[in-house]
């Protein structure tokens, strides 16, 4: 709104400026309440994710309540799974392996026997010939020349000189010319290969073969290999072998010509059809059968010259079944030689079976089977002492500061102006020329203890206090606390932090050794679980006895698991009704049933209705000066005009 003021010579805008001031004292004190409530509740969310943090780090993992075995976190105190993770396991033989243990474990010795390991359906075909060989054709060695031998991988030239191939055509018996051509051939193949012992008995490594015009390389070790390529002589020509044939190669032949029958059918292999070509060549064949997806992994044996198909998986179920005999017939296929079996094995006497022999789980262990056993073996289980008493170690620091941070909120002292006021928030006419370092001090100043003496943050407290040293009764009976075996809050100043107590000779009383003496109870004493069922409401409010039985047979981490449920997990818990704050521990503006957040909105429409006030307070200030103003100029026009009257002046 523009106005014209200031024509009578009187600060209009500076005299409505202070009796503006005075009027929106009201206003000013509704803001900073405004504010007061925003900091309580982003103080709430901060208690909101400390208690959050230790919950989520500590404690249960699972949905709000949950009585099941959440075992994804290894590192909760809560979860049986962290105590019995770090088992340290023995085995008496590399016939049985231990992987690892579940959660339900138990420390001692267990005596496993393998009676039958796993196995899977093995078919051989018949044996294929994979040979290099060929026809001799002595006239394309007329002029002599070399080619070369692969041996493993290692090549050896070959030759003969024109007068050696001369001499051996001069020969007119067919029969006798094979065998000096045989007989030539060996002696190089001799000197550039040698031989190998077995048993005191000397046998040349590659061997020729010739017969009747017919000239074939051959091995002593079946799992060697060899391969055959041109030099100067044409070994196409020369011994009908093509260039670089070898037996390393056969899955680059044709596969109608490698089982001698030309094929283009389709078979069934546990009830998958497999389509096979004329055209195909091995290693095709094997990878349209192996990508079949019907459990059966087949391959060829270079060494034997065979094809294998065996189960991809061990175990009585994976057994192959062919669809016809066609398949079989084609490929020689007999009776298998390994059949698919369960493994069968005992532990402590209990029979167990299993179709795999790796990461079988019996009795909370985890096993390698890995040869049948003649007698029992002995696994040995031992409780991690050292990493169970580290955890306790940092659940105690964890408690402890989530402990300090809720009560430096509920204790923290309010801080004081010169004058002994509190510091309030500062107002945006008290703003103006403050610098930003000072405008943050001064808030700083103004947060502390906005949550002093905190009835809900008191009350979590004084429960947690409460339940940690209630005993917890185990499941044989007797009971346990966390006073009995040396844990305690020590001196009241303390805040009821925990700390282990000193005996009289100044030695902790929670050591290794008695954790490991008592490592069943006290494992209990944290991981308990009621089966009570857990409802969405204060500890001891809305159904106290069932609430209070719940706690009772709760361990201490589930105790502390169900307070912080109630207090943080659901929108009617104590925080969320007195900060507003959603799941996320966020500040939550649409949570309507918020006490805090209906406190703030009536504040709102209270400044809303303050400032129409102002507005028009502001609005009747400026009318009463200006009709001040107007009552000034007509004086003075009349003042004017009388003195014109009386003679104009002096």
Known sequence: MIRMTGFSGMDVEGMVAQLMRAERVRHDRLFQQSVTLNWRQEAFTSAHNTLSRFQSNFLSNGPAGSVGTNTSNVNRISQPASWRNNLLTNSSSNAVGVAGTTGTARAGDFNVNITRLATRDIFDSQTFSNAVGGNLDLDVLAGGGEFSVSFNGTSRAISFTAAEISDIQ???????????????????????????????????????????????????????????????????????????????????????????????????????????????????????????????????????????????????????????????????????????????????????????????????????????????????????????????????????????????????????????????????????????????????????????????????????????????????????????????????????????????????????ELLEERFDDIMEMFTARSMTPWTNTNVGAGAPGMQAQRMRENGIAMRLDDIINNAIANERSSINRAGGINRNGEADALNRQSPMNIQMREIQQRMADALIRLNQRENHFFAMFSRMEQAIMRSDQQMASLMASIGGGF
Do not use: C, K
């Open 170 to 512: 001069n020969i007119s018996d067919p029969g006798d010319r094979d065998a000096a051509f045989e007989s030539l051939i060996n002696e190089r193949l001799q000197f550039a290969f040698g031989s190998i012992s077995t048993n005191g008995t000397s046998t040349q490594r590659i061997t020729a073969e010739v017969d009747n015009g017919a000239i074939s390389f051959n091995l002593a070790n079946a799992n060697d290999t060899i391969a055959v390529s041109s030099g100067t002589i044409d070994v196409g020509t020369a011994f009908g072998i093509q260039a670089g044939q070898g037996t390393n190669n056969m899955l680059n032949r044709n596969l109608a010509s490698v089982i001698g029958s030309n094929i283009g059918e389709t078979f069934e292999i546990n009830g998958v059809e497999v389509e096979i070509t004329a055209d195909m060549t091995v290693s095709q064949f094997l990878n349209t059968v192996n990508q079949a997806n019907n459990g059966v992994t087949m391959s060829f044996n270079n060494s034997t010259g065979q094809f294998v198909v065996q189960s991809s998986q061990t175990g009585t179920e994976n057994q192959i079944e062919f669809g016809n005999d066609r398949f079989r017939e084609l490929f020689g296929f007999g009776a298998p030689r390994e059949v698919a079996h369960d493994a069968e094995f005992t532990v402590n006497g209990q029979v167990f079976t299993s179709a795999t022999n790796t990461n079988v789980t019996a009795q909370g262990l985890m096993l390698n089977l890995n040869e049948v056993t003649d007698g029992d073996v002995t696994i040995t289980v031992r409780n991690n002492v050292q990493a169970a008493f580290d955890m306790i170690m940092e659940w105690m620091e964890g408690y402890n500061e989530m402990l300090r941070n809720l009560s430096g909120m509920t204790n923290e002292q309010f801080a004081r102006t010169n004058t002994g006021a509190r510091f309030a928030p500062l107002t945006e006419e008290q703003r103006q020329g403050m610098s930003d370092a000072d405008i943050a001090r001064w808030e700083e100043q103004a947060r502390q203890g906005i949550l002093r003496n905190d009835p809900t943050l008191q009350r979590i407290e004084q429960e947690m206090r409460r339940w940690i040293f209630e005993p917890v009764q185990l499941s044989d009976g007797r009971s346990i606390s966390l006073h009995e075996i040396g844990i305690n809050t020590g001196d009241w100043r303390n805040g009821g932090q925990l700390e282990i107590w000193e005996n009289a000779s100044g030695n902790p009383v929670f050591t290794i």
